[in-house]
């Protein structure tokens, strides 16, 4: 859970960058919103979520 709302927090900050910078509008940035709330109600919710986690895990697992 924590890593979700950690991911949700951070694509925020970016698509609020975005919008203030000029590289995306606002429109654009409603329809990405929109496309990622149904994507994440459909069936491939639990893939996108496992290779998400499996990235998170192999980042984590990087020694510097």
């Known amino acids: 859970m924590a890593i979700s709302l950690s991911v949700v927090l951070?694509?925020?900050i970016i698509l609020v960058v975005m919008i203030r910078s000029g590289s995306i509008k606002g429109g654009p940035a409603v329809v990405a919103i929109l496309f990622g709330f149904f994507l994440a109600s459909s069936g491939m919710a639990p893939a996108i979520q496992r290779t998400?986690?499996?990235?998170?895990?192999?980042i984590n697992d990087i020694n510097f």
């Open 10 to 12: 951070l694509l925020a």
């Open 52 to 58: 998400l986690d499996s990235i998170a895990s192999t």
